[in-house]
Protein backbone atom coordinates (compact mmCIF):
# COMPACT_ATOMS: atom_id res chain seq x y z
CA UNK A 1 0.00 0.00 0.00
CA UNK A 2 2.92 2.58 0.78
CA UNK A 3 4.71 1.30 -2.36
CA UNK A 4 1.80 1.98 -4.25
CA UNK A 5 0.89 5.34 -2.84
CA UNK A 6 4.77 6.54 -3.25
CA UNK A 7 4.59 5.65 -6.74
CA UNK A 8 1.17 7.27 -7.12
CA UNK A 9 2.97 10.60 -5.86
CA UNK A 10 6.09 10.13 -8.19
CA UNK A 11 3.71 10.19 -11.14
CA UNK A 12 1.94 13.06 -9.77
CA UNK A 13 4.81 14.87 -9.49
CA UNK A 14 6.74 14.15 -12.66
CA UNK A 15 3.36 15.04 -14.60
CA UNK A 16 3.30 18.57 -12.98
CA UNK A 17 6.96 19.18 -13.55
CA UNK A 18 6.03 17.43 -17.57
CA UNK A 19 3.20 20.21 -17.23
CA UNK A 20 5.51 23.27 -16.05
CA UNK A 21 7.90 22.82 -18.77
CA UNK A 22 5.31 22.47 -21.65
CA UNK A 23 4.25 25.73 -20.25
CA UNK A 24 7.23 27.33 -20.42
CA UNK A 25 8.12 26.48 -23.98
CA UNK A 26 4.49 27.60 -24.70
CA UNK A 27 4.95 31.49 -22.76
CA UNK A 28 9.14 31.30 -24.41
CA UNK A 29 8.70 30.34 -27.67
CA UNK A 30 7.24 33.05 -30.45
CA UNK A 31 3.84 31.76 -31.93
CA UNK A 32 3.40 29.13 -29.68
CA UNK A 33 0.83 30.95 -27.21
CA UNK A 34 -2.80 30.46 -27.60
CA UNK A 35 -5.79 32.62 -26.99
CA UNK A 36 -9.38 31.95 -25.81
CA UNK A 37 -10.74 34.92 -26.84
CA UNK A 38 -10.49 37.27 -30.20
CA UNK A 39 -7.70 40.34 -29.95
CA UNK A 40 -8.72 43.36 -29.52
CA UNK A 41 -6.89 44.61 -32.33
CA UNK A 42 -8.29 42.14 -35.15
CA UNK A 43 -10.59 44.40 -36.72
CA UNK A 44 -8.47 47.41 -36.58
CA UNK A 45 -6.77 48.33 -39.49
CA UNK A 46 -2.99 48.95 -39.30
CA UNK A 47 -1.68 52.15 -39.67
CA UNK A 48 1.04 53.82 -41.46
CA UNK A 49 4.43 54.20 -39.63
CA UNK A 50 7.68 55.74 -40.10
CA UNK A 51 10.88 53.20 -39.42
CA UNK A 52 11.47 54.97 -35.91
CA UNK A 53 8.05 54.98 -35.15
CA UNK A 54 7.78 51.09 -35.68
CA UNK A 55 10.69 50.48 -33.97
CA UNK A 56 9.67 52.55 -30.61
CA UNK A 57 6.20 50.22 -30.75
CA UNK A 58 7.58 47.48 -31.33
CA UNK A 59 10.08 47.99 -28.23
CA UNK A 60 6.80 48.72 -26.20
CA UNK A 61 5.49 45.64 -27.36
CA UNK A 62 8.37 43.63 -26.73
CA UNK A 63 7.97 44.50 -22.99
CA UNK A 64 4.20 43.83 -22.72
CA UNK A 65 5.11 40.78 -24.28
CA UNK A 66 7.79 39.81 -21.60
CA UNK A 67 5.89 41.43 -18.68
CA UNK A 68 3.10 38.79 -19.78
CA UNK A 69 5.75 35.86 -19.75
CA UNK A 70 6.79 36.74 -16.39
CA UNK A 71 3.01 36.54 -15.35
CA UNK A 72 2.63 33.71 -16.76
CA UNK A 73 5.98 32.14 -14.57
CA UNK A 74 4.79 33.83 -11.72
CA UNK A 75 1.26 32.33 -11.43
CA UNK A 76 2.37 29.36 -12.11
CA UNK A 77 4.97 29.26 -9.89
CA UNK A 78 2.20 30.37 -7.04
CA UNK A 79 -0.07 27.87 -8.60
CA UNK A 80 1.82 24.96 -8.31
CA UNK A 81 2.77 26.07 -4.07
CA UNK A 82 -0.47 27.77 -2.91
CA UNK A 83 -1.87 25.75 0.31
CA UNK A 84 -5.51 27.00 -0.41
CA UNK A 85 -7.60 24.82 -3.63
CA UNK A 86 -9.69 28.03 -4.42
CA UNK A 87 -6.44 30.27 -4.33
CA UNK A 88 -4.68 27.82 -6.69
CA UNK A 89 -8.03 28.33 -8.88
CA UNK A 90 -7.79 31.62 -9.09
CA UNK A 91 -4.14 31.42 -10.09
CA UNK A 92 -5.24 29.18 -12.63
CA UNK A 93 -7.46 31.42 -14.13
CA UNK A 94 -5.49 34.57 -14.40
CA UNK A 95 -2.73 32.26 -15.87
CA UNK A 96 -5.28 31.56 -18.58
CA UNK A 97 -6.07 35.54 -19.43
CA UNK A 98 -2.58 35.70 -19.46
CA UNK A 99 -2.09 33.37 -22.01
CA UNK A 100 -4.24 35.69 -24.05
CA UNK A 101 -2.15 38.81 -23.45
CA UNK A 102 0.62 36.54 -24.69
CA UNK A 103 -0.45 35.83 -28.20
CA UNK A 104 -2.24 39.29 -28.64
CA UNK A 105 1.40 40.86 -27.84
CA UNK A 106 2.84 37.93 -29.85
CA UNK A 107 1.25 38.64 -32.63
CA UNK A 108 1.46 42.00 -32.29
CA UNK A 109 5.18 41.98 -32.68
CA UNK A 110 5.18 40.27 -35.58
CA UNK A 111 2.26 42.89 -37.59
CA UNK A 112 5.13 45.43 -36.21
CA UNK A 113 8.17 43.06 -38.04
CA UNK A 114 9.33 42.34 -34.95
CA UNK A 115 9.44 39.56 -31.98
CA UNK A 116 9.63 38.86 -28.64
CA UNK A 117 13.01 39.46 -26.24
CA UNK A 118 15.80 36.61 -26.64
CA UNK A 119 16.02 36.96 -22.67
CA UNK A 120 12.26 35.76 -21.88
CA UNK A 121 13.18 32.33 -20.75
CA UNK A 122 15.70 34.11 -18.41
CA UNK A 123 12.85 36.08 -17.00
CA UNK A 124 10.36 33.20 -16.86
CA UNK A 125 12.84 31.32 -14.75
CA UNK A 126 13.08 33.99 -12.33
CA UNK A 127 9.76 34.97 -12.28
CA UNK A 128 8.69 31.29 -11.66
CA UNK A 129 10.89 30.51 -8.97
CA UNK A 130 9.70 33.88 -7.00
CA UNK A 131 6.06 32.94 -7.75
CA UNK A 132 7.15 29.46 -6.09
CA UNK A 133 8.24 31.01 -3.59
CA UNK A 134 5.83 33.31 -2.34
CA UNK A 135 3.33 30.43 -2.36
CA UNK A 136 5.62 28.97 -0.25
CA UNK A 137 5.10 32.07 1.87
CA UNK A 138 1.63 31.86 2.74
CA UNK A 139 -1.28 32.69 0.45
CA UNK A 140 -2.19 35.80 2.33
CA UNK A 141 1.48 37.36 1.02
CA UNK A 142 0.82 34.75 -2.26
CA UNK A 143 -2.55 36.85 -3.22
CA UNK A 144 -0.66 40.08 -1.66
CA UNK A 145 2.16 40.09 -4.03
CA UNK A 146 0.02 39.85 -6.94
CA UNK A 147 -2.49 42.37 -6.17
CA UNK A 148 0.83 44.54 -5.69
CA UNK A 149 2.41 43.11 -9.71
CA UNK A 150 -0.83 43.97 -11.59
CA UNK A 151 -1.08 47.17 -9.81
CA UNK A 152 2.83 47.74 -11.07
CA UNK A 153 1.43 46.03 -14.54
CA UNK A 154 -1.10 48.73 -14.65
CA UNK A 155 0.94 51.64 -14.25
CA UNK A 156 3.26 50.62 -17.21
CA UNK A 157 0.79 49.88 -19.35
CA UNK A 158 -1.34 53.04 -18.96
CA UNK A 159 2.36 54.89 -19.43
CA UNK A 160 2.65 53.13 -22.76
CA UNK A 161 -0.39 54.12 -23.81
CA UNK A 162 1.01 57.64 -23.17
CA UNK A 163 3.99 56.56 -25.45
CA UNK A 164 3.02 54.88 -28.48
CA UNK A 165 2.79 56.27 -31.70
CA UNK A 166 -0.82 58.44 -32.00
CA UNK A 167 -1.75 56.61 -34.98
CA UNK A 168 -1.53 52.56 -33.23
CA UNK A 169 -4.80 51.58 -32.70
CA UNK A 170 -3.98 47.71 -32.70
CA UNK A 171 -1.14 48.02 -29.81
CA UNK A 172 -3.87 50.32 -27.95
CA UNK A 173 -6.69 47.86 -28.09
CA UNK A 174 -5.24 45.33 -26.84
CA UNK A 175 -3.53 46.92 -23.74
CA UNK A 176 -6.66 48.75 -23.19
CA UNK A 177 -8.16 45.05 -22.72
CA UNK A 178 -4.72 44.29 -20.55
CA UNK A 179 -5.48 47.20 -17.92
CA UNK A 180 -8.97 46.15 -17.57
CA UNK A 181 -7.82 42.44 -16.88
CA UNK A 182 -4.91 42.94 -14.89
CA UNK A 183 -7.21 45.26 -12.85
CA UNK A 184 -9.66 42.75 -11.76
CA UNK A 185 -6.66 40.15 -11.14
CA UNK A 186 -5.72 42.52 -8.86
CA UNK A 187 -8.64 43.21 -7.41
CA UNK A 188 -9.77 39.57 -7.19
CA UNK A 189 -6.24 39.07 -5.22
CA UNK A 190 -7.29 41.57 -2.53
CA UNK A 191 -10.76 40.22 -2.15
CA UNK A 192 -9.45 37.13 -1.55
CA UNK A 193 -7.40 37.85 1.71
CA UNK A 194 -4.00 39.68 0.13
CA UNK A 195 -1.57 41.50 2.30
CA UNK A 196 -0.26 44.32 1.58
CA UNK A 197 3.71 43.72 0.84
CA UNK A 198 6.24 45.54 3.02
CA UNK A 199 7.53 49.17 1.38
CA UNK A 200 10.99 47.46 1.02
CA UNK A 201 9.31 44.66 -1.12
CA UNK A 202 8.00 46.75 -3.33
CA UNK A 203 10.53 49.26 -4.07
CA UNK A 204 12.46 45.84 -5.41
CA UNK A 205 9.62 45.38 -7.57
CA UNK A 206 9.96 48.38 -8.81
CA UNK A 207 13.33 47.92 -9.26
CA UNK A 208 13.58 44.66 -10.99
CA UNK A 209 11.03 45.98 -13.56
CA UNK A 210 12.95 48.84 -14.77
CA UNK A 211 15.92 46.35 -15.12
CA UNK A 212 13.39 44.47 -17.65
CA UNK A 213 11.83 46.80 -19.07
CA UNK A 214 15.06 48.92 -20.40
CA UNK A 215 16.82 45.43 -21.14
CA UNK A 216 13.49 44.19 -23.22
CA UNK A 217 12.83 47.13 -25.29
CA UNK A 218 16.31 46.47 -27.03
CA UNK A 219 16.28 43.04 -26.67
Known amino acids: ?36 RKSPAQEIDDSEF ?5 RHAAGLMRINHTGEVCAQALYQGQAMTAKLGEVRAAMEHAAAEESDHLAWCD ?19 LSFGVGATAGLAGDKWSLGFVAETEQQVCDHLEDHLQKLPQQ ?15 KQHGETARQ ?3 AELPLAIRLVMTSISQVMKKTTYQI
Open 192 to 194: SGG
Open 107 to 125: QRLDELGSQPSILNPLWYA
Open 50 to 54: SNSEK
Open 168 to 182: DEKSKAILEQMIVDE
Open 1 to 36: MSDHSSSRSSLSAIDQLLIQFDQALRSCMPGASQSG
